[in-house]
């Protein structure tokens, strides 16, 4: 099971995941799995529905805490570490965008888009200022005051695109953005997701099952029965 | 860059948690809203119940002042220390009357210095012929049966007693002035100057105060359970929203502050609405009467202990039970966001309140002390095995869906949506569950008391039996002038117009000395004066001549001094004439000499006539130096056919004309009036059920709310299924499995431990002659089965919205 | 014409072309062989006459974006066309070779085009003969199919990768035909997916 794959550019990699066992009761998810992420890149992580890709993501995420193995972020471990570092890691480095947005219903998508910051205690004309900058950039300004259960699907995967950058995280974890669209929509979601994160110099750990989808990666991982398969290695 | 460790950060999440309970995702408010209307209500329930001991109080404290003037009977000698010292400042008689079926009492006082004490309520002391009545009695004379009542209190209204003088807004309650109370008696009171008179507040019986306690407890403990519950609704949807931020990257302590802020908005709005329930509420009670009892609007203020406890209470609560809950989305956020089934619950801690609660019962059972000094372990045990239900329920309703399978389409939609969210509806019936546990004991309890009362009444003494009569009518009294005596009286009421014919007898109260009970110790005997031909005719003896004297051998039998000797002195007494007895002599006295020959007669089976329950029989000839005071009346008259329903009424007033102290009363149909004891149950199982009533409102609007949002909860399936093509039959057949399944489960639990804590409690309160309720029993889980239809009735509409093809928007 | 465009290729190439060329090239010959670059021709040539040369430089800016077309193609087109009466010789310059004819169409050519236009064209599903024939041979004979299978769906993958990027800096036009290429590799890449999972009872049913 091979968990290291070649360094791209030679920098030393944002996140190591290595060797990752975790099951759910019964049924085993991840059987040594390991992946690196590197600053600035775009991840592919392949396979079949059942793979254990979902889970290989949320383990380096922080979400998961994987039974064995280790999640190193910058050479530190993330498995090992309180909940509260944890989740300020998630806060601030970190940004998230699923398959259905979890944009909170009761919150305006500004809101919405500003809540890392809320969280991380900044002040409200900050987070209104920074949240308004993405929102435009992803081109949901026009629904800033809307609520989530009033926009399309797409308006609402882009809004949970902003919220995932308005922190400027490291990385950018993209578990099935798309899934949920129709492709003229994904389409518009990954090109903007491709255009804001390669400007800020974000990665991006992208979980898909469509080869379309994973065609804006530069590299990709590809799982299958919770090992990494195969690794491409960039250009 | 994060600046988490201020106090500000956490007052933002605080925030953050309100405006998440602000912002509702269709209706902004609608969710607040009925979360705080559904704790109002509950919160306006709870400061109403703490406000009957407050009410309790102001009536006793009412009584007492009332009772300061009441002054001292003066035929027991030193009753009151200053009886020797000083002179009495006022003199004082009551006097009491009914008018249609309600009773009328009242003070005639005749003060006898200038210091003597104005009763409460009142500015000045009435002055002869004048009097000053309750309200509800100006009402009652001024109205249309005014002038029937007039007669019988003559006397000018000069005003209306003050509040502070009523014991309850609608009491019928006068006094009056007078001049004549010195020859009144020995039921004349004497008030001496400085005297203050031991104040009896009456307290209960030691099973009255079990059952009341036991009671009250077991209705309010629903309604805290109502309270909390309905902070968790849409728990699940609260579940999901703070699953998505924790994923984001707030941290526990985090995800609690932020649950903790919108557990509060609620809650606060919530006791706000309570006190403006009660408030209002407060205005209404005065107006209701509950067996002849109401209250001032004044009256009804909350202990200020509990009113506090709930103010505070609830909000804590809330926020505790929201930071609880809340376990599950720190630990398992993925696990709420893709709807995955919850592990599966544990039975050991739940079962640890109901097993303290047993616990805690037996040993206070098997105390030596009395309960009522073991208050806080009783109430404390009752309260852990109520609380108990609530916490076991969601783990019977698990394993119940779980171990069924199901069998058509309806089953497994029901079943299926049962085991993904047990919790939730199994804290929908949690409510109800414990209403109808401490209800079911409530009934067990009642039921064995209920029993125990009859058997005691058997076994004891009997109190007055209802005595079969030939007339409809009974009028009993004390002759008031020497010039109108039975005759007279008798002629009287024959002249009234809807009166028939009037039969009577005059009757005398003797006195018997009883050496052996002890010095001044005597028996009372009645005695019945009767002329020949009557008993005659009426074959009560063969042979009767002017001048005989009758005594039964029965009356020997049963006395221990024996039967009445010839030429024994007896005392013939009468309490309402003679001296007030200021110097500690009793009433009038007179002395009647048996004599030399006491013939036997036979007390008769049927007893019919007064003199069948006398012990001597005298004829008027021998009874002609017992003077008129002496004698006691008893006359029978029956209605005409075309009598109208007031005709007792004018009856009552010639009645009053005559005698002293009359009575007069419907035989048929007329029960005795109960003992003390058994007028506070009465009462006490009135309000049990007004309560009970109550609670199950509460709750049944409390299960309706949470069906309802159920249903929204379940919006986008049910519209698939519909667009696959489910019938609406079928889904709303599945509702009611849904909502039917739970109640089932609590129906069950609560029939086991509602038995089970009311079997406890009999055991432990000692009262005997186990009996249940099984009607009631029925009863109880009809109203659940009919809440259950009623319910998934009301959300019919509801469910028909949800299958309506919007509900498939993706978004 | 013909309806197995890949004959030529199942003949000529051999198995081991290098990986790009040979999935270009399958695709590029689906578009250029066949009718296409008639009915092509006589669509640049309704706005007005041409000369040949103006005819290819006018396609090679349209349509061929890898891959310029051949003189001796148009030219052959062109013949074909002129003899079946869809286009005319118009006039011809002075000078040598057929470079100088200027062609022009002719109303039956109008009529073809608009039917072309208007006709749907048949959904032909291509099956992917080679890729097909080189997992059953590697079956056969005992090899690993499934890195076959996989090896081609990395080049796939590599490909996308290449268009995606590509993308960012185009034209409408360029984009459309990008996201064109993009969409039929997706195709031929779930087919490659589903191959590999369907290989054990491949393999049973051949050996």
Known sequence: MTTDPESPSGSDPVLVGSDLQLSFGRTPALRGAGMSVHAGEMVAVMGSSGSGKSTLLHCLAGILTPSSGSVLHHGREITTMPDQQRSALRRDEFGFVFQFGQLVPELTVAENVALPLRLSGHRHADGRRRSALWMDKLGVSDVADHRPGEISGGQGQRAAVARALVADPEVVFADEPTGALDSIAGEQVMALLDETARESGTAVVLVTHESRVAAYADREVLIRDGAVRQQESVR | ?????????????????????????????????????????????????????????????????????????????????????????????????????????????????????????????????????????????????????????????????????????????????????????????????????????????????????????????????????????????????????????????????????????????????????????????????????????????????????????????????????????????????????????????????????????????????????????????????????????????????????????????????????????????????????????????????????????????????????????????????????????????????????????????????????????????????????????????????????????????RTPSGAIRPGERLRATSTYHGSAGLEGTPGEVTTWRAPAELKPFEVSESRQYRYDMSYLLI????????????????????????????????????????????????????????????????????????????????????????????????????????????????????????????????????????????????????????????????????????????????????????????????? | MDNDPLRAWRISKPLNASRGDYVLGVYLECIVLGMTIGHTLLGLLEGGPRHGYDLKRAYDERFGQHRSLPYGQVYSTLSRLLRDGLVDVDGVESGEGPERKRYSITEAGVRTLEEWLSTPEKPVANLHSTLFTKVVLAVASGRDAGEVLDAQRQAHLERMRELTRSKREAGTTDLLVHDFSLFHLEADLRWLELAVTRLDQLTKEIR
């Open chain 2, 1 to 557: 860059m994060t600046r988490r460790s201020s106090a500000r950060a956490r007052l933002g999440d605080l925030a953050l948690g309100i405006r998440l309970a602000v912002g509702g995702d269709r209706t902004p408010w609608g969710r607040l809203l009925l979360t705080a209307v559904g704790i109002g209500l509950g919160v306006g329930v709870l400061l109403l119940a703490a406000s009957v001991p407050t009410m309790k109080q102001a009536r006793d404290e009412r009584q007492n002042a009332r009772q300061e003037i009441a002054g001292v009977l003066s035929h027991y000698p030193h009753s009151s220390r200053y009886q020797d010292s000083h002179d009495p400042s006022m003199l004082v008689t009551r006097a009491s009357t009914e008018f249609r079926d309600q009773r009328i009492q009242g003070r005639a006082l005749e003060p006898l210095s200038p210091d003597a004490p104005v009763p409460p309520g009142l500015q000045r002391i009435p002055g002869p012929g004048q009097m000053v009545v309750s309200p509800a009695l100006r009402e009652l004379l001024r109205g249309s049966g005014g002038e029937l009542l007039k007669p019988r209190l003559p006397d000018h209204v000069v005003g209306v007693i003050d509040k502070e003088g009523l014991i309850s807004p609608n009491e019928l309650f006068y006094y009056t002035g007078t001049t004549n109370l010195s020859e009144g008696g020995t039921t004349v009171a004497a008030v001496y100057p400085g005297d203050s008179p031991s104040t009896n507040t009456r307290s209960l019986s030691g099973q009255m105060w079990i059952i009341l306690s036991f009671g009250v407890t077991v209705l309010l403990v629903p309604i805290v359970v109502f309270v909390v519950s309905t902070t968790r609704m849409a728990e699940a949807a609260r579940e999901r929203r703070l699953a998505a931020l924790r994923l984001v990257g707030a941290d526990g302590k985090q995800i609690r502050r932020i649950a903790s802020g919108e557990a509060l908005v609620g809650a606060v709005f919530g006791v706000l609405l309570g006190w403006a329930v009660f408030l209002g509420g407060a205005q209404l009670v005065p107006h209701i009467t509950l067996l002849e009892f109401s209250t001032f609007a004044s009256d009804i203020r909350p202990v200020w202990e509990f009113a506090v406890l709930v103010t505070l209470g609830v909000p804590a609560a809330a926020v505790i039970t929201a930071q609880a809950a809340m376990r599950r989305t720190i630990i398992e956020p993925l696990g709420i966001v893709r709807r995955t089934k919850p592990s599966s619950r544990g039975i050991v801690w739940r079962l640890v309140p109901m097993a303290l609660g047993v616990v805690g019962l037996l040993l206070v059972g098997a105390s030596s002390e009395r309960i009522s000094q073991l208050q806080i372990p009783f109430l404390a045990s009752i309260v852990l095995l109520l609380i108990g239900v609530p916490l076991v329920l969601p783990w019977a309703v698990e394993r119940v869906v779980r171990w069924s399978s199901a069998r058509s389409v309806t089953w497994q939609l029901a079943l299926r949506r049962l085991q993904l969210s047990s919790g939730t509806a199994a804290r929908s019936v949690s409510a109800i569950a414990v209403v109808l546990t401490g209800v079911i004991a409530l009934q067990t309890v009642l039921a064995t008391s209920v029993a125990t009362f009859q058997a005691q009444a058997h076994d004891g003494p009997t109190h007055q039996v209802a005595t079969p009569s030939r007339h409809e009518v009974k009028v009993r009294g004390t002759l008031e002038h020497p010039g109108k005596g039975m005759a007279e009286l008798a002629d009287a009421l024959e002249g009234l117009p809807s009166t028939g014919e009037v039969d009577g007898t005059a009757g005398v109260r003797f006195a018997v000395p009883e050496q052996q009970r002890g010095p001044r110790r005597s028996r009372y005997t009645g005695a019945t004066i009767v002329d020949c031909a009557t008993l005659l005719e009426r074959d009560v003896v063969t042979r009767c001549s002017a001048g005989d004297v009758f005594q039964s051998p029965e009356h020997s039998r």
């Open chain 2, 619 to 811: 004829t008027p000839q021998a009874a002609e130096n017992i003077p008129w005071w002496a004698r006691n009346v008893e006359l029978g008259l029956d209605f005409t056919a075309s009598a109208s329903p007031d005709a007792i009424e004018r009856v009552r007033n010639v009645a009053a004309e005559y005698l002293e102290f009359a009575s007069v009363r419907r035989i048929s149909g007329y029960s005795p009036l109960p003992s003390d004891d058994a007028m506070v149950f009465r009462l006490i199982r009135y309000g049990l059920l007004l309560g009970t009533l109550v609670a199950f409102a509460l709750i049944g609007c409390g299960l309706f709310v949470t069906a309802a949002e159920q249903i929204q909860e379940r919006r986008r399936p049910m519209a698939v299924l519909a667009a696959v093509g489910a019938r609406r039959r079928t889904l709303g057949w599945s509702a009611f499995l849904q909502n039917g399944v739970p109640m089932l489960v609590a129906v069950a639990v609560s029939v086991v431990v509602g038995l089970s804590l009311g079997v406890l409690v009999v055991m432990v309160t000692s009262l005997d002659n186990l009996a249940f309720d099984p009607l009631g029993l029925l009863g109880l889980v009809g109203i659940a089965a009919a809440s259950v239809l009623v319910v998934t009735g009301l959300t019919m509409p509801a469910l028909r919205r949800a299958m309506h093809p919007e509900g498939l928007r993706t978004e």
